[in-house]
């Protein structure tokens, strides 16, 4: 990390490429004989097909085949039962979109329909502790909460969100023979060819998926779902290859989304404000099918210094499809509740909500009983209240003006732990002196492509334009999801590892090579700056071709793996940061608007300041979203979803987007990983719903605890 690539606020490599249409996406790709191919959708949420008639599906011009005969396939649910209304019991193939669309329009299908339970809240339900959150205690919470000072107790509800990337899940399949070329929209190929595998019954090394470039993803495409399988069979089933796109609407049905919650958290705090008890209790909806569950008892066990605990997290399956991550899974839910309830608290003793904050800083990690890596979360306080001017808040409720209009300053605090997996990178140079680097990940917006072929350059002491990284290719060496906030901490270890080890081999053949200027200098003296091999006060240098040149050597390249290893057995480490919001509120209208937003972050070294502030700014986005408008509404008599478009289902749009601005502590965590950074994707959305709820709080006095806040929460 000696080089000075590293802290540029670069430009996107790929942007112009993006801008100007050139980037080719997975629907995009050109290949012969292809056709068409449309899911027929489920109009029942539990029971089974009866029938299925194509007659007139199958007379439609262009119309070449309707299969609907999946019980060879192995998905993650039964084919002949149904799961979840939109489940797919027919595929339409034709030699054009339109002709497939209608084709898929005139299949009907007969159900047995079963009764459907697709309410969280219905009490047909059934409840499971989930299996990777087992209940958890320390010390003696209710007694605590009992003799506490002041106590807070509130209950929460947040509705079910669903994905909206403009791309829409897309598949080419085309087989050669016994093999399997996917073009998929993917954020882990690799996860992708073993699924797909899977459900098809072929080796996995039969499989090959390409994905360079992904229009948004945010988790919806971490797993390769039934329309991916489908694709496949259907090219196999046809002898040519497949196209299949969802619609907007059938993406609501066919992949995952932030389950819907249900939460309770109350504290118990001294007069001095040290909270001495917090119990967190929540549920959250998933399929009969699958257990999805997510982190909501992180944040609760170890943000502050509590030292009587509990949490209780329960599942509760119902007949849908299964829930998937989507942005700061789980924690950003559960943000919300101890955020607010954080918030009471320190409106109930009067107490600056900062300031009760900074009075519960742990010294540990009161979950886990290890140290902190680096925990800069008070620098982030300091930093966010006085870029933000938090000094001007008014602590009285609905005291601060303008004109008709309610003023509201809010903040809260956002944290999510340091993913870290094991990764494998191949690292190589060309005679020419240029270099590119390579591994099985994904860039699914926040300029990986970019950003790890700056440490990449880095490593090898060569100026950014001469380096490339390379993803999206399942044949690459191993990586995980590209989510979780992993992808840099990990994919960017690797690169630095496998780039170290490649010029650590040029400098050996240097130094043991007679004709080389470097003849017999010590390995460990040597440097590598804008590809010239030196040592501190020699002006003798080496550069990568020559010694590509002298040993007849086409390229060099060697492959490296890197993994936390035991790690996160000896340190706590996360990601923190501090949220601020201004909001406004008409009373008259219930209308809330973002008036600005700023969040100071501590994340480790930033690689690209340049992209890192735009994953802040579109992680306030996402969190303006969840505050304010997204919420997936459920006719519950057969589980259909009613809003399923865009016209209909909320997102932010340029008018709910304000001044947003964040910024970084200047800090490294060498002690997680050996580019010192922590993963910032997650984090960026955590706290920013919570920060606006408690901004609506200091402009009406209305505590709001469901979201989305609707207008008619404040009339």
């Not at 029938?51 to 085949?65: L, N, T």
Request: glycine content about 10%; charged content about 20%; some cysteine.
């Amino acid at each position: 990390m000696a080089g000075n690539v590293v802290g540029q606020a670069l430009s996107r490599v790929d942007a112009r490429l993006k801008v100007t249409g050139a980037a080719t996406y997975s629907a995009e790709h050109h290949t012969g004989g292809l056709l068409h191919g449309v899911i027929v959708n489920a109009t029942a949420a539990r029971g089974r097909v009866t029938g299925i008639v194509a007659d007139a599906a199958r007379a439609h011009p262009g119309v070449e085949h309707v299969l609907s005969d999946f019980s060879s396939l192995e998905l993650a649910h039964s084919t002949a039962e149904l799961a979840f209304f939109g489940q797919p019991i027919a595929v339409v193939l034709a030699t054009t979109a339109e002709a497939a669309a209608h084709g898929a329009s005139l299949v009907e299908a007969t159900y047995d329909r079963q009764p459907a339970v697709t309410d969280l809240d219905d009490t047909r339900a059934a409840s499971v502790t989930a299996p990777s959150n087992p209940d958890y205690s320390r010390g003696d919470p209710d007694g605590a909460y009992t003799s506490a000072h002041t106590k807070v107790d509130l209950e929460f509800t947040i509705s079910r969100e669903n994905h909206n990337p403009i791309e829409l899940p897309s598949t080419i399949a085309r087989w050669d023979g016994g093999k399997l070329t996917l073009w998929d929209k993917s954020q882990w190929v690799q996860g992708v060819a073993r699924t797909v595998a899977g459900a098809l019954s072929i080796p996995v090394q039969d499989v090959r998926v390409h994905c360079e470039y992904v229009g948004g993803g945010f988790g919806s495409a971490i797993r390769a779902y039934d329309h991916v399988i489908l694709a496949a069979f259907a090219a196999r089933q046809a002898g040519r290859p497949v196209k299949l796109v969802l619609s907007r609407r059938q993406f609501y049905y066919g992949t995952g989304y932030r389950p819907a919650s249900r939460q309770r958290l109350a504290l118990g705090a001294d007069a001095k404000g040290r909270i001495k008890s917090l119990v967190y209790e929540a549920r959250t909806e998933t399929s009969r099918y699958e257990q999805y569950e997510e982190g909501l008892t992180d944040l609760p066990r170890f943000l502050y210094g509590v030292p009587h605990t509990r949490t209780r997290y329960r599942l509760t399956a119902i007949d849908t499809q299964s829930p998937a991550s989507m942005r700061g899974p789980g924690v950003v839910s559960s943000a919300f509740a101890l955020e607010t309830a954080v918030d009471q608290l320190a409106h109930d003793l009067r107490i600056d909500p900062v300031e009760l904050r900074l009075r519960n800083e742990p010294t540990r990690d009161e979950a886990t009983r290890l140290p902190f890596s680096t925990r800069r979360l008070r620098d982030c306080y300091e930093l966010g209240a006085r870029r933000f001017g938090w000094s001007r808040r008014h602590a009285t409720p609905g005291s601060r003006t303008d004109g008709d209009l309610l003023i509201g300053m809010g903040m809260a605090t956002a944290s999510y732990h340091n993913n870290r997996r094991d990764v494998g990178s191949r690292a190589r140079v060309d005679a020419d002196g240029t270099a590119w680097v390579e591994t099985a990940t994904a860039d699914m917006g926040p300029g990986t492509t970019t950003s790890v072929m700056q440490v990449a350059a880095d490593a090898l002491g060569l100026p950014a334009r001469n380096v490339t990284f390379r993803l999206g290719d399942s044949s690459y060496p191993l990586a995980p999801p590209h989510a979780g906030a992993t992808t840099m901490a990990s994919v960017g270890s690797a690169a630095h590892a496998s780039c170290t080890a490649l010029r650590d081999k040029f400098i050996a053949m240097a130094v043991a090579d007679p004709a080389s200027p470097l003849h017999r200098a010590d390995p460990a003296q040597v440097t590598v700056r804008d590809g010239r091999l030196g040592t501190a006060g020699n002006g003798a240098t080496d550069t990568y071709r020559e010694i590509l040149r002298r040993a007849g050597l086409p390229a060099l390249e060697t492959t490296a793996t890197w993994g936390p290893g035991d790690t996160d057995e000896k340190i706590s480490t996360y990601g923190y940061g501090a949220v601020f919001a201004e909001v406004s509120v008409d009373p008259l209208l219930g209308l809330v608007r973002i008036r600005r937003m700023f969040a100071a972050y501590d994340v480790g070294r930033v690689i690209s300041p340049k992209l890192a502030h735009s994953q802040a700014i579109g992680g306030m986005v996402g969190g303006i979203g969840m505050a304010l408008l997204e919420g997936t509404v459920i006719d519950h008599r057969d589980g259909r979803i009613v809003n399923a478009s865009l016209a209909d289902y909320l997102v932010p749009v340029n008018a709910d987007v304000p001044e947003l601005d964040a910024a970084f502590i200047d800090t490294t965590d060498p002690l997680a990983d050996p580019i010192g950074v922590k993963g910032l994707g997650e984090i960026t959305i955590v706290g920013v719903p919570a920060a606006i709820g408690n901004a609506v709080f200091n402009a009406t006095g209305n505590r709001l605890t469901d979201l989305p806040i609707r207008l008619e929460a404040l009339l």
